[in-house]
Every structure is written in C-alpha cells, then in structure tokens.
Nanobody
Framework: VQLVESGGGLVQPGGSLRLTCAAS????????MAWYRQAPGKERELVAQ????????TYADSVKGRFTISRDDAKNTVFLQMNSLKPDDTAVYYC???????WGKGTLVTVSS
C-alpha cells in the first residue's frame, strides 16, 4: 500500500491550492479516503473524508465551505481543493486510508504573505 501526496507549497492568504494523493497497492475504489493535517506543535487532525461508492463527504468545522474533497476511482486518486486559505491552514497535509491504516509522507502547505 502506497499513498503519495503532492501539490503543497507557499501561498498567500486568500489563495488556493489543490492537493493530490496517488494511491497504489490496494483496491482503491472499495475504501473511504481522508486528508489529515498537522500544524507545528499541534496534534494531527482530520480535515476531510470521502466515502467510497456513495461519495458522502465530511469536513472539519474549520474548513467547511472552503475545502472540497473529491476522488477519481479510475485514477486511484483523491484530491483536496483548498480555497480562501488562511495562515491557520499552515500544516503538513497527509493522505490516509482509514480502513487500511495507510498514510502518505505528507506535503507541506504554508499560508503566508
């Protein structure tokens, strides 16, 4: 099982980024997927989750209305579209498959002017 994140970087407040997680080594379409983040000095927290098949999504209150999680089962990929970014969104973002307990290595998002 392998999860590889990409798309992080430095962005100004109010800007946007799109994170991508490429999955391999398991039957991706059968599992829920999630994005977590960990800011410096803080615990890792769930940002968003998307179920398989019915595609139900859930979000942390802090990102509702600004972030959108989606998936492309044909490409074994999950995305996190992040809009209206704030300095508090600065963190390492991790891709996760809850059932497989699989984690990527993370991608750093820095929101700063």
């Amino acid at each position: 099982v392998q999860l590889v994140e990409s798309g992080g970087g430095l962005v100004q407040p109010g800007g946007s980024l799109r994170l991508t997680c490429a999955a391999s080594g398991f039957n991706f379409s059968r599992y829920a997927m999630a994005w977590y983040r960990q800011a410096p000095g803080k615990e890792r927290e769930l940002v968003a989750q998307i179920l398989n098949i019915i595609l139900t999504t859930t979000y942390a209150d802090s990102v509702k209305g600004r972030f959108t999680i989606s998936r492309d089962d044909a490409k074994n990929t999950v995305f996190l579209q992040m809009n209206s970014l704030k300095p508090d969104d600065t963190a390492v973002y991790y891709c996760n498959c809850p059932t497989m307990n699989a984690w990527g290595k993370g991608t750093l998002v820095t929101v700063s002017s």
